[in-house]
């Protein structure tokens, strides 16, 4: 099973600040998968196949990566994002997701 | 607009049996694979179960295997979970989940989840 470790696991931002999340695996992959779930609420669907943004996704949030090494980055933060994040990956079974960040707002 | 709703959640004994379903609509619900995916409170995301768009093929994790078993009614947009054998440890809420297909392996709609306690 590949293990994909998150890091930071928490992390604060200011507005207008510029956010990285990075997602490592324990061996290549593919591609990556991101999901924002805010609190109380279900994931929703951010980035997929890498860098490719979900349709509604503001274009402050992209995607980036190869192999074992992907990342997220939330160009200019705003409230609405505080949220948690968790990166995915299905290149091999069982599909897994890392273990989140939680991004709160300054 | 797509929607998944999900029921059947509820307080169940370990060892008991629970059936989960999730009503789908906004789309063609035939047209894709579907999933379940658990988040155990205050815990991860955890991939439970995904069926194909004719439903001849399902698939899970260990953890579940042999123990859940994912079905669907493509003329009533209706996808279904059945959990036996339940253990403490599959206490969480439980997403239904639309899937792109094999080809594109995330999950693009969630449903607003139900909780499952597994207690004596």
């Known amino acids: 099973e590949i293990v994909l470790t998150q890091s930071p696991t928490t992390t604060a931002a200011s507005p207008g600040e510029k956010v990285t999340i990075t997602c490592l695996a324990s061996?290549?992959?593919?591609?990556m998968y991101w999901y924002q779930q805010k609190s109380g609420a279900s994931p929703k669907l951010l980035i997929y196949s890498t860098s490719s943004l979900a349709s509604g996704v503001p274009d402050r949030f992209s995607g980036s990566g190869s192999g074992t090494s992907y990342s997220l980055t939330i160009n200019t933060m705003e409230a609405e994002d505080a949220a948690t994040y968790y990166c995915q990956q299905w290149s091999s079974n069982p599909p897994t997701f890392g273990s989140g960040t939680k991004l709160e707002i300054k | 607009e797509v929607q998944l709703v999900e029921s059947g959640g509820g307080l169940v004994q370990p060892g008991r049996s629970l059936k989960l379903s999730c009503a789908a609509s906004g789309f063609t619900f035939s047209n894709y694979y579907m999933a379940w995916v658990r988040q155990a409170p205050k815990k991860g995301l955890e991939w439970v179960a995904t069926?194909?768009?004719?439903?001849?093929?399902?698939y899970y994790p260990d953890s579940v295997k042999g123990r859940f078993t994912i079905s669907r009614d493509n003329a009533k947009s209706s996808l279904y979970l059945q959990m036996n054998s339940l253990k403490s440890e599959d206490t969480a809420t439980y997403y239904c989940?639309?899937?792109?297909?094999?080809?594109?392996?995330?999950?693009?709609?969630w449903g607003q989840g139900v909780m499952v306690t597994v207690s004596s």
């Open positions: 069926i194909s768009t004719s439903g001849s093929r399902t």
């Open positions: 989940a639309r899937q792109q297909g094999p080809g594109y392996p995330y999950f693009d709609y």
């Open positions: 061996s290549s992959v593919s591609n």
